[in-house]
């Protein structure tokens, strides 16, 4: 994140002083923003950035235990840089956060600066190759230089120069989160082809008595696990090339001086980052049980996927709170449609809502004709459930405020209902740009192929949210029971290319680290081969017999 905050942050005086030492290993950087106390919440922030005219510089503090900031990658051992985000104190007022540029440790000897504590926080869930770290500052000085002057300014008496947008600051963490989308789609193709492969290698128990062992891929309830998340990923990777060319669009209008995009841009990819970051953790350790005891150990490859992916539901924002960002922008362009505005991007669906006034728990049924065997009718069903569900929060949202209660209490007793809205929003944008790229797709039989897994995504995600579907007067339980029955009926069309449709992720062995996931389908062999190399197999009577076996049994 260090060099992508200095190209989006930094003026262009402040890039070069910084961009090629970052660019050449001279710097080498981290972002610290979360700390001890606060991540998600960044109002809450503690570390304190105040300017001293007299001198003209910066003065850095961590004022409390809590503001340590907390986490940053690369900050325990490797770093002699970090942008900090800090709240700015000037002229006697607050101005909020803003980012600077701090030197930590003496460039040479690597030392920590004096004002300056640093370290690694210790042992974690998993990813233990990153020393994340801690950073405390005491009235640590930097020159008023190194504050990240793109958009604000602190002029050299002192005076403010505020930004367009005070979201312009987070624009590190919009692209963080852009690319945690494409982040999701990999690692649960990953751990897709590897429990797929392996699942063609695995012979287990009879389908007929006396005939040899299937391959557990053949049956239905491997394929039910599997095929739906095989699905997801490739909807996954299409949403993640659409979030990596929305940011890039986005960020030439803001170049520009255009910032109308901004406020969806920042809805979408919060949204989407807590949608497909939760998706995958999940869909990542149900791809480990499916590859059964042999899963669990290292050698399949799935658990270091998973301990180094979870933690994107927690980082760059947790995902709850994410997910009630998402919903605040919802809320607004409801709003702004029965005030009589119209909307666009993702959100015009909002747009053809009824404008009658119906109380909160009636939300009125949307008239869709559903047919199952067409992607594009069935991102009709999804539109209309993101809408009931948008309507439906945005109502009770609205009736927790007639009960005379504060806005943020309303808030907090309706966002269960906000949280169900920006899932059903998120999860309407995914079956769109799946179905979407499906008519860009020239050959024919890859692109029947992509629409049996698009239909398979939107079809299972349908009989997941059944519920959905028929409180909101979408689908009838005739059309559900239709449904179930299509999914299944999918998972055999899909089973013959099962194999072929992981091996195009083209995810080479050694990036794999997968015994059970290996390409040549040699696992038993290698797995033996594995297992031999184990710190525990260097000696043939290990030391802790000697220790405390044997003088154990002695005693018997």
Same mark, same amino acid.
């Given at each position: ?58 003065? /850095?503090?961590?004022?409390? %235990? ?115 989308? *494409? ?13 797929? =492969? ?18 557990? $891929? ?49 809805? $979408?990819?919060?949204? /989407? ?19 059964? *005891? ?49 909307? @666009? ?25 559903? =047919? ?11 539109? +209309? ?7 439906? +929060? ?36 995914? %079956? ?22 698009? #239909?398979?995504?939107? #079809? ?26 299509? %999914?299944?009926? /999918? ?10 449709? %992981? ?8 990036? /794999?680290?997968?015994?059970?996931? =290996?390409?040549? *389908? ?16 260097? @000696? ?17």
């Amino acid at each position: 994140m260090f060099l992508p905050t200095l190209l989006t942050q930094a003026t262009p005086e402040q890039q070069d002083r910084f961009f090629m030492p970052a660019w050449n290993l001279e710097i080498i950087g981290t972002y610290a923003q979360t700390e001890m106390g606060h991540g998600t919440h960044l109002r809450g922030l503690e570390t304190t950035a105040t300017y001293d005219p007299a001198t003209q510089e910066f003065i /850095l503090n961590s004022p409390t %235990v809590t503001s340590i900031k907390w986490w940053p990658g690369g900050l325990g051992k490797t770093s002699n840089h970090a942008i900090v985000l800090a709240q700015l104190y000037t002229q006697g007022q607050c101005k909020g956060l803003h980012a600077f540029i701090v030197p930590i440790r003496q460039l040479g000897t690597h030392k920590p600066l004096p004002g300056i504590t640093v370290g690694d926080i210790g042992p974690k869930f998993g990813y233990d190759e990153m020393d994340n770290g801690y950073l405390k500052m005491d009235n640590f000085r930097i020159p008023r230089e190194n504050m990240l002057m793109k958009y604000a300014q602190v002029e050299p008496d002192g005076t403010y120069v505020k930004p367009l947008s005070d979201k312009l600051t987070y624009g590190t963490m919009v692209f963080i989160r852009s690319l945690i989308v *494409g982040d999701a789609a990999r690692s649960l193709s990953q751990a897709c082809t590897i429990a797929i =492969r392996y699942s063609a290698v695995r012979h287990q128990s009879e389908l007929k008595p006396g005939e040899p062992e299937p391959q557990i $891929l053949d049956y239905q309830t491997q394929q039910y696990k599997l095929f739906p998340l095989l699905a997801t990923a490739y909807a996954f990777h299409f949403v993640g090339a659409y979030m990596k060319d929305t940011y890039r669009r986005i960020s030439g209008d803001i170049n520009e001086g255009d910032l109308s995009g901004l406020p969806e841009l920042h809805a $979408l990819t919060a949204g /989407l980052k807590a949608f497909t970051s939760w998706t995958a953790s999940a869909g990542i350790e149900e791809c480990r049980m499916a590859c059964g *005891g042999h899963g669990y150990s290292r050698c399949s490859g799935i658990p270091d996927i998973y301990v180094t992916f979870t933690p994107s539901c927690t980082y760059e924002g947790e995902n709850t709170v994410m997910m009630l960002q998402t919903a605040r922008f919802l809320v607004k362009s409801y709003n702004q449609v029965i005030s009589g505005q119209r909307v @666009t991007g993702m959100v015009s669906y909002l747009n053809d809502l009824s404008r009658q006034r119906i109380q909160p728990q009636h939300v009125a049924a949307r008239t869709v004709t559903v =047919r199952i065997n067409d992607p594009v009718s069935l991102v009709e069903a999804y539109k +209309a459930r993101a809408a009931w569900f948008v309507e439906a +929060a945005a109502k009770n949202l609205q009736a927790e405020l007639n009960h005379r209660k504060s806005k943020e209490d309303a808030w907090n007793r309706t966002s269960v209902d906000l949280v169900r809205a920006s899932e059903a929003h998120c999860h309407y944008v995914i %079956v769109k740009l799946f179905t979407a790229k499906l008519s860009e797709i020239s050959n024919a039989a890859v692109r029947a192929v992509m629409t049996e897994l698009c #239909l398979l995504y939107a #079809l299972y995600g349908i009989s997941k949210n059944t519920g959905d579907f028929l409180q909101a007067g979408i689908l009838t339980d005739a059309q559900i029971t239709q449904v179930n029955q299509r %999914v299944k009926e /999918l998972l055999a069309i899909i089973r013959p290319n099962a194999v072929a449709l %992981v091996d195009s992720f083209d995810f080479h062995d050694v990036h /794999l680290g997968s015994v059970l996931g =290996r390409y040549d *389908g040699n696992v038993y062999e290698n797995m033996f081969e594995w297992a031999k190399k184990s710190p525990l197999n260097n @000696t043939e009577v290990h030391e802790s017999f000697h220790k405390h076996l044997k003088p154990m049994q002695a005693k018997l």
